[in-house]
Antibody, heavy 120, light 110 residues
Framework: QVRLQESGPELVKPSQTLSLTCSVS??????????WSWIRQHPGEGLEWIGY???????HYNPSLERRLTISIDTTKSHFSLNVASVTAADTAVYFC????????????WGQGAPVTVSS | QSALTQPPSASASPGESVTVSCTGT?????????VSWYQHHPGKAPRALIY???KRASGVPPRFSASKSANVASLTVSGLQPDDEATYFC??????????FGGGTKLTVL
């Protein structure tokens, strides 16, 4: 059973960089056919896809967020990370990591989510 | 891309059936057979229920079924059980390696 767990600070100051890490266990982060993704949920709203990374390092980002995003991967530590630069209150959300399966193009495993508040 | 449209809430009694809709456009739901549904209990990891419009994810009981017509996808939960009380999200592939989600429907089991 693949398990994902987000970690990182719950409070970030405006204009700073939000950094989160997702640890993967129970399966290989190098498995073909899977992309490691970030998704967020603003308070009281639906989900927003942020982007994904393949184990090779190839990335794809939501065009509306792309200029502030960096997703990276460390296959030796079996984790991948999200950086969002120049954050504002609009980046306050619960951030989920998830595995995107090429089969069916769906997110088959998710983490529990990490709440992040942007505030001074 | 605008989010997919879901009703914010739905309710039904134990044993009954309920259907949740998810409305998109020709650029997402109507353009691809890659609609998926997820169940989310607060504080827990979301769980994949359905993928490729109608296929149940591993371990998902047949009480959960789904379909699509044009730009509208639907999830039906039959034989409602108390543990079905959760928020249900739809998602669709939107082309260009992009994904889009719905606003979520909070299902209450009365």
């Amino acid at each position: 059973q693949v398990r994902l767990q987000e970690s990182g600070p719950e409070l970030v100051k405006p204009s700073q960089t939000l950094s989160l890490t997702c640890s993967v266990s129970g399966g290989s982060i190098r498995s073909g056919g899977h992309y490691w993704s970030w998704i967020r949920q603003h308070p009281g709203e639906g989900l927003e896809w942020i982007g994904y990374i393949y184990y090779s390092g190839n990335t794809h980002y939501n065009p509306s967020l792309e200029r502030r995003l960096t997703i990276s991967i460390d296959t030796t530590k079996s984790h991948f990370s999200l950086n969002v630069a120049s954050v504002t209150a609009a980046d306050t959300a619960v951030y989920f990591c998830a595995r995107l399966s090429v089969v069916g193009r769906h997110f088959d495993y998710w983490g529990q989510g990490a709440p992040v508040t942007v505030s001074s | 891309q605008s989010a997919l449209t879901q009703p914010p809430s739905a309710s039904a009694s134990p044993g009954e059936s309920v259907t949740v809709s998810c409305t998109g456009t020709n650029s997402d739901i109507g353009g691809y057979d890659y609609v998926s549904w997820y169940q989310h209990h607060p504080g827990k990891a979301p769980r994949a229920l359905i993928y490729e419009v109608t296929k149940r994810a591993s371990g998902v009981p047949p009480r959960f079924s789904a379909s699509k017509s044009a730009n509208v996808a639907s999830l039906t939960v039959s034989g409602l059980q108390p543990d079905d009380e959760a928020t249900y999200f739809c998602s669709s592939y939107a082309g260009n390696n992009d994904w889009i989600f719905g606003g979520g429907t909070k299902l209450t089991v009365l």
